[in-house]
């Protein structure tokens, strides 16, 4: 039997794109119970924001809105408990990305090593823009949220601007242009190493051990010494049995790495607490 988040997760994803293709149409029809796109979004009167939205307000000069704010600190509140679920199970972005990887590499990706380097270069990326946000007074780095502009290009496409029509086809075939530049590398770049937006995510999802994580017993793990089907099953290049090569600001919960250990031990599952037996060291996971 599959793991709960190995049946839940790519319906998850598909909903929340279905959600926003589809929300434009609804609110024309008088449907406003949600509104608005992964810059701010509104549900049922709960505010929810990009939270490096409200950091650029402040870069640029000025006080975020009470409900950006807030908006904002709800969903740093959702990375603390959850960790980066947002990436792997709401990101439209995330989703085109995974989808183009595993039809690069024909099914399971192979086993490989990353860099865990990501979040440095991701932190770079932010603080450059936050710099250049500030000499502009302008929101800079929403120019580069993926997800963020995928929501609000489906937005444009419902509400046309005059003689602006061809502009939210611009940005998709950028997008499509960014995607096939991951086909071609066979690494999910943007993602694992570009992303502005998920530098907060992960800082986030490392205050609280107790976080829903992927967590390790390798006493359990029965694979072969060169069988590698767990660093395999990880699209963003991470290696799950050693807690270094895989730290929670790097891993998005996807449970991809679970799901692929639960027929050859459980050594991994995606939880909130540790196993009973706890976990080993990884200098000797390392060996196993």
Known sequence: MKPWH?????????????????????????????????????????PLADPLAAVQVLAAGALPGARLLLGGLLVLAVA???????????????????????????????????????????????AAGLALT???????????????????????????????????????????????????????????????????????????????AIRRNMRRCTCAANDRACAGACSLGLDPRIPSRAPRSECTNCGDCATACAARGGALRLGFRESPDGEIPSSTAQHQ
């Open 134 to 212: 500030a000499l502009a007074s302008a929101p800079l780095l929403n120019q580069l949220s993926l997800p963020g502009e995928i929501t609000l290009q489906l937005l444009a496409l419902s509400y046309p601007v005059p003689d602006a029509r061809d502009w939210p086809w611009t940005g998709l075939v950028l997008m499509a242009a960014q995607l096939a530049v991951e086909w071609r590398t066979r690494t999910r770049l943007w993602c694992r190493y570009l992303c502005p937006q998920s530098v907060l995510l992960s800082l986030a999802a490392r205050l609280w051990p107790g976080a829903l």
């Open 80 to 126: 603390v408990a959850l960790g980066r679920v947002f990436c792997s199970w709401g990101c439209p972005y995330g989703l085109l990305s995974e989808l183009v990887h595993a039809r690069r590499e024909g099914g399971p990706s192979p086993a490989h090593t990353a860099s865990t380097g990501g979040l440095r270069i991701r932190l770079g990326v932010a």
């Open 6 to 46: 190995a049946r839940w997760r790519r319906p998850a994803q598909w909903a929340v794109l279905l959600l926003f293709a589809t929300l434009p149409w609804l609110n024309r029809k008088g449907l406003h119970g949600v509104s608005g796109t992964l810059f701010s979004l509104e549900a049922w009167g709960l």
